[in-house]
């Protein structure tokens, strides 16, 4: 049985592949100003999530946006 892959909503094998060049392709600098405009956007917040916790957020994630 060949198993198919399956993306979010929204998602599909171009988009996936586009997200991975982006990544692959920055340089260090790049992605650290990346990482320190993300912390600096005021829409967004950051949280520290025990690994066991990680289910259940990613759960509670998905109904929130799905």
Do not use: C
């Amino acid at each position: 049985m060949i198993k198919q892959n399956r993306f979010p909503l929204g998602w599909d094998a171009d988009r996936v592949q586009r997200v991975l060049t982006h990544y692959e392709s920055q340089t260090e600098d790049e992605a650290v100003a990346e990482d320190e405009a993300a912390y600096e956007d005021s829409r967004q917040t950051f949280m520290e999530v025990p690994y066991e916790l990680v289910p259940a957020v990613r759960e509670l994630l998905a109904k929130k946006t799905g």
